[in-house]
């Protein structure tokens, strides 16, 4: 296993490689105290993991632990701290693990274990993505399917979960920093926004990695660029289909009913940010045009009382609009 150590301490640090180096199975391929000698090592090498202070002076370890994983999402990150409120924030982020100053060769041990346990886990998820078909459902709640059988996730704070919808809405963008933090923590300080912004971005990648979704969030600068390749997002699929229905002259009764029957609630129903508004406007109208272009054709084609009539009656019963504007267009 390589690790990497740093920490602006020049006792802590020693005391750590010394610790290491009484392993076997680990090798302390770098060991700094400063932050951009080791960016650099970790451009240049492969790196299973690094432990690192998570309060230094020249930079958090909240930020450091960003620039290491936009070089490589499947590090894994362990923070040591001599303060007991740092350890806290560290959960915050997802980290594999905390450790608390003085450090017991017992208690590294342990965290050792994680690495390899979690490593494992990694490794298994990605030759498994290879052949998984993944997909976003956003029409009604927010789902995750892998091979069509829905995945739990755990989101460790709703903010998580709201910047990762957003980040899907917006995949085919670069976004701005800044804009996520106006966004999502206007209410806070810009220090804290920022540090809030690049916690939650770590419980993402975390997330994504834990179900082996191949979704990569790379930042450069003052941007972050989504990248998702092999994972069908329910809103643009359904989109695309029905505006091709939609611009056909004959009406698919079949193919209609089947994109009806799969908007299951207006898009990202549980999120309620302005962001969403437009995109679930838009969704929403052309759902109901379609089902406006289906009543027309029943009745120009069938009769009220048809089965198709009393099909589509059942499927948008529960929403008001469209119940309205079917009984209106059939009593007519």
């Given at each position: 296993m390589n690790i990497c150590i740093i920490d602006d301490e020049h006792l802590a640090l020693e005391y750590l490689d010394f610790l290491f180096n009484k392993m076997e199975e680990v090798q302390v391929t770098g060991k700094?105290?400063?932050?951009?000698?080791?960016?650099?090592?970790?451009?240049?090498?492969?790196?299973?993991?690094?432990?690192?202070?998570?309060?230094?002076?020249?930079?958090?370890?909240?930020?450091?632990?960003?620039?290491?994983?936009?070089?490589?999402?499947?590090?894994?990150?362990?923070?040591?701290?001599?303060?007991?409120?740092?350890?806290?924030?560290?959960?915050?982020?997802?980290?594999?693990d905390y450790i608390l100053k003085p450090v017991q060769k017992e208690r590294l041990e342990v965290t050792i274990q994680r690495i390899k346990e979690n490593s494992y886990i990694n490794t298994n998820t990605e030759q498994e993505s290879v052949k998984t078909k993944y997909k976003i459902k956003n029409l009604g709640a927010f789902r995750f399917y892998m091979d069509n059988n829905q995945v739990e996730v755990k989101w460790?704070?709703?903010?998580?979960?709201?910047?990762?919808?957003?980040?899907?809405?917006?995949?085919?963008?670069?976004?701005?920093?800044?804009?996520?933090?106006?966004?999502?923590?206007?209410?806070?300080?810009?220090?804290r926004a920022h540090s809030q912004l690049y916690s939650t971005v770590y419980q993402i990648r975390k997330m994504t990695q834990q179900i082996g979704m191949p979704i990569k969030i790379s930042s450069q600068d003052e941007f972050y660029h989504i990248t998702i390749d092999g994972v069908e997002i329910q809103s643009v699929e359904w989109k695309s289909a029905a505006l091709?229905?939609?611009?056909e002259d004959n009406v698919s009764v079949s193919a209609y009913f089947k994109l009806l029957e799969a908007y299951q609630g207006d898009y990202?129903?549980?999120?309620?940010?302005?962001?969403?508004?437009?995109?679930?406007?838009?969704?929403?109208?052309?759902?109901?045009?379609?089902?406006?272009?289906?009543?027309?054709?029943?009745?120009?084609?069938?009769?009220?009382?048809?089965?198709?009539?009393?099909?589509?009656?059942?499927?948008?019963?529960s929403d008001d609009e469209a119940a309205i504007l079917l009984n209106k267009k059939l009593q007519h």
């Open positions: 700094y105290s400063d932050p951009g000698d080791l960016i650099n090592h970790v451009q240049r090498e492969s790196i299973d993991a690094v432990f690192m202070d998570i309060h230094m002076p020249d930079i958090k370890g909240i930020d450091l632990a960003e620039k290491l994983l936009n070089i490589q999402p499947s590090l894994q990150i362990v923070f040591v701290t001599a303060y007991n409120e740092y350890a806290v924030k560290a959960f915050e982020l997802n980290a594999l460790r704070t709703t903010k998580a979960k709201e910047l990762f919808a957003y980040f899907v809405q917006n995949h085919e963008n670069t976004i701005r920093k800044g804009e996520l933090t106006d966004l999502m923590w206007s209410n806070l300080p810009w220090e091709d229905l939609l611009r990202l129903e549980e999120i309620e940010a302005a962001w969403v508004l437009k995109e679930r406007n838009s969704l929403r109208k052309i759902w109901l045009e379609l089902i406006d272009n289906l009543i027309k054709h029943i009745i120009y084609y069938e009769k009220p009382s048809s089965y198709n009539a009393s099909k589509l009656s059942a499927l948008v019963s």
